[in-house]
DNA sequence: GAGTTTTCTTGACTCTTTCAAGATTACGGA
DNA sequence: TCCGTAATCTTGAAAGAGTCAAGAAAACTC
């Protein structure tokens, strides 16, 4: 099945109607992960030159909703989203230059998942971003 | 040692200058944890009625460079501070009403710094944000 | 106490994101 | 295939958090 296919049967499957500007942001948080709201505007432009900077917000705030996507947003920076979803992975982020690679959690499937002390909280997601230095600003800085 | 008397030496072992508008900002910290820029901005003019939002907003960011408070960012959320740093604990976030507690993670004492696959990176901090809901949301939903 | 440097005040401004109203489009059923 | 309804998109404005810049004031050094 062509990417299209894919990505309207996922909109069908959310029980969300299938639009160009929504095929066009699956398609460009594909091929962009990491990428944050402007740069994807930019790419879903590619494909839909008229497209509302709206709809794409709204696309994304909609995806995001029905789980199709995923936000990330550390501390300090705008909003960006990727595709790879429920599988609990987390990121790390480079201090330097801001970059933003997926890592699997060392400890296992739900990671750090058992807070020590709860507070009677019911918690359902565990949200682990590792900071530190990529290689490439590890090198520029030797 | 009066509380006062501790924020400047904090500074001052910090190497920055004592002044009135980082002494409240210290003050506003510690006494409301988990608090939004606003709410301290609030805060400290209740010591400083003078006080501008710029001396807060510049007092919040060097405090927390110095390592004096620590910033934390839950998406979807504005910027909030804690006076608790060096201890590498976490934060339990509400989905409901949005109230931050402390949590010590279970794992130990760096918890989950190890992720998996580093891709190259030096990684130096993990930030771990539980989600959930919490007893008072849990209650009024029930 | 004087000089130097940092910090604060003031006010405007940027950037990201949201709101609102009307036009358009997608989908279910005839 | 066409219609009606409801969701979605376009357009334009605006809110909110945070930053920039220039001059005034305060803190520290000697």
Chains 1, 2 share one sequence.
Not at 15 to 23: F, G, M, Q
Not at 29 to 43: F, G, K, Q, Y
Not at 84 to 105: E, S, T
């Amino acid at each position: 099945m062509s990417s299209i296919g894919r990505y309207e049967q996922m909109l069908r499957e959310a029980e969300l109607r299938v639009t160009r500007p929504r095929l066009a942001v699956l398609e460009a948080v594909h091929r962009h992960p990491h990428a944050d709201t402007d740069s994807l505007l930019n790419a879903v432009r590619g494909d839909l030159p008229e497209v509302s900077h709206q709809a794409v917000y709204d696309s994304l705030n909609t995806l995001t909703a029905a789980g199709l996507l995923r936000r990330i947003q550390p501390r300090g920076t705008v909003a960006r989203y990727e595709s790879r979803v429920g599988d609990n992975h987390h990121h790390v982020v480079c201090r330097g230059c801001g970059v933003i690679a997926d890592v699997d959690c060392a400890v296992g499937h739900t990671p750090c998942l058992t807070a020590a002390d709860d507070h009677g909280f019911v918690i359902d997601e565990a949200e682990v971003i590792y900071w530190g230095t990529c290689p490439t600003c590890s090198m520029a800085r030797a």
